[in-house]
């Protein structure tokens, strides 16, 4: 029914940038909460960003004031604009959302495939 995509991630010398986005498809009713989460070689998934379908977001503190989450709903889209990356970046970058589908009453948990990111020194 549905499914996310995500799309951007690369190599990078540190102190460059990237930008992730990721795009919902499918039977959509509406879309809630969306996010990115990361994971590191050897470390648990961490919450990156994460931003409200009214446009409130949060970030993990070691990416605030580097990172920026936006999303554009006509779209279903959300984006991940990641400035002044740092080699400590480096991880595979996962999409989520909360999505409520077409003829169903109840939001699901829906994640993207992930997207490697890799920052060199």
């Known amino acids: 029914q549905v499914q996310l995509v995500e799309s951007g991630g690369g190599l990078v010398q540190a102190g460059g940038s990237l930008r992730l986005s990721c795009a919902a498809s499918?039977?959509?009713?509406?879309?809630?909460?969306m996010g990115w989460y990361r994971q590191a070689p050897g470390k648990q998934r961490e919450l990156v960003a994460v931003?409200?379908?009214?446009?409130?977001?949060n970030y993990a503190d070691s990416v605030k004031g580097r990172f920026t989450i936006s999303r554009d709903n006509a779209k279903n889209t959300v984006y991940l604009q990641m400035n002044s990356l740092k080699p400590e970046d480096t991880a595979v970058y996962y999409c989520?959302?909360?999505?409520?589908?077409?003829?169903?009453?109840?939001?699901?948990?829906?994640w993207g495939q992930g997207t490697q990111v890799t920052v060199s020194s």
């Open positions: 931003i409200s379908s009214g446009g409130r977001s």
């Open positions: 989520n959302a909360a999505i409520e589908a077409q003829w169903t009453m109840r939001s699901a948990d829906y």
């Open positions: 499918g039977s959509i009713f509406s879309i809630n909460a």
